[in-house]
């Protein structure tokens, strides 16, 4: 595959570029939407995680006539395919299960509008504390510090805050490295077209030839 070396360095600037600004834009999402109260930060919190795997989804597909299809399907199917296709590690799919398990809760109970954190915590058994503190980690290693339970259980809208960042910026960024890398796909068959039609002329003539035939 030949390709300019000035090409490959302007796509990864573009890329850079990019992510400083998404970082920029997930951040003001996410600030504003945690000055919510706790019942619509869970709901508009899933609603931007659904929105940011269906565009990664459909950017590892390669295509957007697919854009439908996936906009169709559960986020929670969208989930275990962004799993297969090892574009999501298990801790981060089990996190992103539990706030869907929640929102779940939460949207399909019109009891449930009045929601808050402290009250759901108090009402946890102990397996059910278990499960919070296992899912809200997206790191390999689950081996909480005090100070990060203490979090998790007096601060639980900060403690998803601090893990979903992290996580949405990683799903985006992929997408734009996948979207680049196609940028160098394109580059590099050009340029190898360009060199064949140079040093090797008598294909492109053969190739014409049948064509016409």
Not at 101 to 109: E, S
Not at 123 to 140: A, G, H
Not at 170 to 186: A, G, H, N, Q, S
Not at 197 to 203: G, H, V
């Amino acid at each position: 595959m030949a390709i300019n070396i000035d090409d490959v360095i302007n796509i990864f600037d573009e890329l850079f570029e990019t992510y400083k600004t998404n970082l920029e834009d997930y951040s003001k999402k996410l600030s504003i939407i945690v000055n919510d109260n706790d019942w619509s930060f869970v709901i508009k919190l899933v609603a931007i995680i659904d929105s940011t795997i269906t565009k990664l989804i459909l950017e590892k597909s390669g295509d957007t006539k697919f854009i439908s299809l996936f906009e169709s399907i559960s986020i929670s199917r969208k989930l275990d395919l962004l799993f297969e296709l090892g574009l999501c590690t298990s801790e981060c799919k089990t996190f992103i299960k539990y706030l869907l398990k929640l929102r779940n809760k939460l949207a399909h109970n019109p009891n449930e509008l009045d929601f808050n954190f402290k009250n759901y915590i108090e009402e946890l058994d102990k397996n059910q504390k278990n499960e919070l503190l296992q899912s809200i980690n997206i790191s390999k290693d689950n081996k909480h510090s005090d100070n990060y339970k203490k979090l998790i259980f007096d601060d639980t809208k900060t403690a998803i805050w601090i893990n979903i960042l992290p996580l949405l910026l990683v799903f985006d960024f992929t997408r734009e490295t996948l979207k680049k890398l196609k940028e160098i796909d394109e580059i590099s068959a050009t340029t190898s077209e360009e060199l064949l039609k140079k040093y090797l002329p008598e294909i492109f003539i053969i190739a014409n030839i049948e064509n016409n035939n």
